[in-house]
């Protein structure tokens, strides 16, 4: 297949299996993915993966800990959805070369060069009358046989939803397993509490395995623990910092002071913006100092500088100044809290311009509910989802809740809607779902 029919075939087949959403009979499964990669010779029997679940976070955990491995010096896989503006963001790899670090996403040809390999299995499989690979499993296998190729040392894997039956848990072991924040999301499939949903993110301990979780309450915290050992896996509870030690519109530092430790971890430097992002750091701190137990080459200066070096698109990103333009991909009710926290933060006592899109199977009167109280208006657009709430009939909601809110034909014209009507110390905020905030991206770049 050439890259276009690549995509044609790849966006045919659903994202889920039919078997992938709970209906109150059929549970999803692990069936599709196992034999996928069994016939494609089970690439990830022989890759070396940091598994990484959690509902919030994970992205940003995900591509600290990849910047702090590739400054390490290591040759890292990473694994992450959804995508922003093209679907080869999906798959990379990275590498430091002459101090400098480098990434690049799959080929065009790569991807189509083994997807056309992944189909000919699938098909193999159709034809024996076994369960068809959904889209997600079929982009999970093609990742794997990459990374494999490209001999990476290691590969910082994100999970697409829950964890325990998710399609990189087909994996038999990892390095470290990450667990981030746990809150409500995903409900008809993860379950309508928040132990229910962390049963699910702790399905990718491992046995024998190490797991490091976010600090939750404690009947979280007991879901985990007993997790963890049923596997006999070592778990480390994350510490977090109290606070941000200096911030601006260029970065923000930090200290972290860790139980049982003598490591002196002041004034750490992200460049990405919004206060729960320091937690994020920290995460991915922690995770790298237990791969260093495990024998991974990690230094002090790798991380401080694998901190500093990440970028991290789409979430509470900065594009434009004067007025200040962010786009943010919060897309749940957690998300949404910590969006006006940041907002906040940063413009305390200002009132806010937003661009609003969701998708109709979020909480978004939950969402907005949070956002309302800083909202000078909003303009609404229509996500490129079938799964998309429209842009008037969240117009119409907002309307309802006493706000302003103009429902916009295009994301471009909400956009230039935003900018017309904002002056240079006003704050503009693109919120509600990574499956528009890259194309805001491309058109303000």
Known sequence: ?????????????????????????????LVSITELMHRLGDPQNDLRFVH??????????SAFL???????????????????????????????????LIEKEISEEDLSRLATRVREAAESMKADNIQYPSQFEITTAISFLYFL?????????????????????????????????????HTMILGDTLPAIAAEKAGIIKENGDVLVYPADDDVLHVFRNAAAGHR???????????????????????LTLPNSSDNWNDLHISLLGRYQINNASIALQ?????????????????????SLTEWPGRFELLHRSPAVFVDGSHNEEGTIVLRMSLEQYFPGQKIIFVAGVLSD?????????????????FTVTPDSPRALSAEDLAAFLKEKGAEAVPCASIDEAVKAALERAADTDVICVFGSLYYVGVVREILK
Not at 7 to 29: A, H, K, R
Not at 293 to 298: L, R, S
Request: contains cysteine; aromatic residues 8%.
């Open 52 to 61: 990484i679940a959690g509902t919030n976070g994970k992205g940003s955990t």
């Open 233 to 255: 896996a070592n778990l480390t509870i994350a510490s977090l910092p109290e606070d941000v030690k200096e911030k601006s519109l260029d970065g923000q530092t930090f200290d």
């Open 149 to 185: 190729e490209k001999e990476c040392d290691i590969v910082v894997l994100e999970v697409g939803l829950g964890g325990r039956l998710d399609a990189t848990n087909v994996i038999p072991a990892s390095e470290l397993s990450v667990i981030t924040t746990i809150s409500l999301d």
């Open 362 to 378: 979020k909480d978004y009167a939950q969402m907005m509910d949070h956002v309302l109280p800083i909202a000078k208006t909003f």
């Open 66 to 100: 990849n910047t702090i491995l590739r400054e390490a010096g290591y040759r890292v896989g990473f694994y992450t959805s959804p995508y922003l503006v093209r679907y080869t963001e999906r798959v990379q790899i990275g590498w430091k070369e002459n101090g400098t």
């Open 1 to 29: 297949m050439n890259y276009q029919e690549t995509m044609d075939y790849i966006n045919s087949i659903p994202f889920f299996s039919p078997t992938s959403i709970v209906n109150g009979t059929e549970p999803y499964n």
């Open 287 to 307: 995770a790298s100092l237990l791969l260093r137990k495990k024998g991974w080459n990690i230094g002090d200066n790798d991380i401080r500088r694998g901190l």
